[in-house]
């Protein structure tokens, strides 16, 4: 029979023992043989650790011209676990940005993916800022002393400017002028306005030659 000698091993520190056991006849005396054997003795997991971020912040940026759905970055909490003991879910618990960004988690890699959800605008608003929570998805009650068996982190989304084409103060405009009117008569103004933060020149060119500007 083979009892464990220490409490407490840790399957993360040390996950197998090599033994070997000798069998003696004649009750162990002198003049008796032996024989040995070896055998291996492999510790199994139990969820005793909870997940954890390497970081307390992660900077991301993404472009105001993405799409919803696109992914902005990714965040991963290690959890030495294996198996089910090492699932980890995420979830965005606070900030400013919950209503724009979502995560999801990718099983495969046990990372969270964080994605956009609604259009941006850089003029609008320049940055973002989320709580992102890590929990284990399996608590095993035993070791819930040894909790919680979650984590937090910062993540802070910077928006990046796009080149956004000029829009016009009006969708249409309507202007009057004497079919007898000189050349060079002065018919209207439209305006249209750069939207991006530099606020570039603009110029007008006619799509029609019968005005010029």
Do not use: C, W
Not at 160 to 175: G, H, M, R, W
């Amino acid at each position: 029979i083979i009892r464990t000698a220490l409490p407490n091993m840790d399957r993360e520190a040390k996950e197998e023992y090599h033994v070997v056991i000798q069998a003696k006849d004649m009750g162990g005396h002198m003049g008796g043989l032996s024989g040995t054997t070896k055998v291996t003795i492999t510790l199994t997991d139990v969820n005793d650790n909870p997940p954890k971020f390497p970081q307390s912040v992660y900077q991301m940026s993404v472009s105001e011209a993405a799409v919803p759905g696109e992914e902005v970055g990714r965040v991963k909490a290690k959890d030495p676990d294996i198996g089910e003991n090492g699932l980890v879910a995420y979830s965005i618990i606070d900030g400013d940005g919950m209503d724009m960004f979502e995560i999801t988690t990718d099983y495969e890699t046990q990372e969270g993916v964080i994605k956009l959800k609604k259009l941006l605008d850089f003029e609008t608003k320049k940055s973002y800022s989320l709580k992102v929570e890590a929990a284990n998805v399996h608590i095993d009650p035993k070791f819930i002393s040894n909790g919680p068996f979650k984590d937090t982190v910062t993540v802070k989304i910077s928006v990046e400017d796009a080149d956004e084409p000029p829009v016009f103060l009006k969708p249409s405009y309507v202007f009057e002028v004497q079919e007898n009117a000189a050349v060079g008569t002065v018919v209207g103004k439209v305006h249209a306005k750069d939207p991006d933060a530099a606020n570039s020149a603009i110029r007008y060119a006619s799509l029609e030659q019968a005005v010029s500007y």
